[in-house]
């Protein structure tokens, strides 16, 4: 008996990457808008990181092992991705409390609910984020202004993000270029210098993790490139109909979660398509439902609602766009 053989379906091939490796790989690619956070807002951002991280590993790790009564996986370090991407997301000077309720919604609910990582169907921590901007819209929307490190929690003061600024100010009937000396220019928000959530203030941070993320080939260049590149094109087209009524594409790739939300978000392995044909038309799908949302829609930024649209035609998509089985007799004529 002990010289049976052990057949298995198919894939036999083994790769080296584990689950914590490439959440590893995340978090130190998420290390420079984090550094970046905290130059600006202070302490405020440390506070709001190590909250959430708690939080959502305290959630996981109690749910696992009390409800659940499954092994405990939150060594693995997806927890602490959700905690710190769902800070990303957060005014550096919410209040705690809140923190604690978006944690939960993003673990229990967006996550563990459906059977822990790798059933979720939507990022669990733009479902905490979502979550937190209907119930609490006046704190979430409250964003503080950069002021460098010596900011505390609670004395930041609060000012409107770019994207707010020029929404507002359309719908009091002020053109693009009227709106465009109220707002930083694209070199400031490249580097970080307005308004906005802790982790989407700093372009060049996020570059630097995406490229990090490119070069260990922890995910591939389709999804962040076809989500820029959509909305690049479709704002282009926009701008060129009517100047004054719509911004620039540099504008709208630069101010609020674009970057976040195409290198971190929307490449999550659990809820992005599996084969490249595939991550276009999702990546694509985003960034057009972003700009629907941001030019039509009641809110000034989309990226959140548009990931979890897409997110949720992934199983379609990956069940009626495959790629060639491996072996398959081409007929021709």
Not at 263 to 270: C, G, L, Q
Request: proline share 7%.
């Amino acid at each position: 008996m002990s010289n049976l053989l052990n057949v298995s379906p198919s894939p036999h091939e083994h790769g080296q990457e584990t689950t914590r490796k490439l959440m590893t790989g995340v978090i130190i690619a998420l290390i420079p808008a984090f550094l970046a956070s905290v130059f600006y807002f202070g302490y405020g951002a440390i506070i709001v990181t190590a909250t959430s991280v708690i939080s959502c590993m305290l959630f996981e790790y109690l749910i696992q092992r009390f409800i659940f009564k499954k092994p405990v996986t939150i060594t693995d370090g997806s927890a602490v991705v959700t905690g710190i991407l769902l800070a990303f997301n957060l005014p550096s000077n919410i209040p705690v409390f809140i923190i604690i309720i978006g944690a939960f919604v993003s673990i229990a609910i967006a996550k563990m609910t459906f059977g822990g990582l790798g059933n979720n169907p939507f990022n669990p921590a733009l479902v905490g984020r979502v979550f937190m901007l209907i119930s609490f819209p006046v704190q979430m929307t409250s964003w503080p202004v950069p002021k460098g490190f010596a900011t505390g929690y609670t004395d930041a003061i609060t000012g409107a993000t770019p994207l707010a600024i020029v929404k507002e100010g359309l719908k009091n009937g002020d053109t693009i270029q009227q709106l465009m000396a109220q707002v930083p220019g694209p070199a400031q928000m490249f580097l970080g210098k307005m308004g906005g959530s802790m982790g989407e203030v700093a372009a060049v941070a996020l570059l630097i993790g995406l490229i990090y993320l490119l070069v260990k080939r922890i995910i591939t260049w389709h999804i962040p490139v076809s989500i820029i590149g959509s909305m690049a094109i479709f704002t282009t087209i926009l701008w060129l109909i009517n100047p004054d009524k719509n911004a620039d594409p540099m504008f709208h790739i630069l101010a609020g979660g674009v970057l976040l939300g195409a290198i971190f978000m929307a490449t999550d392995y659990v809820t992005s398509p599996m084969n490249p044909k595939t991550m276009m038309i999702y990546g694509c799908g985003i960034g057009i439902l972003t700009v629907v949302i941001r030019v039509w829609g009641a809110y000034p930024e989309g990226v959140s609602f548009a990931i979890l649209i897409m997110n949720a035609f992934v199983p379609l998509m990956n069940a009626f766009i495959k790629p060639k089985r491996f072996g398959e007799v081409v007929k021709n004529g």
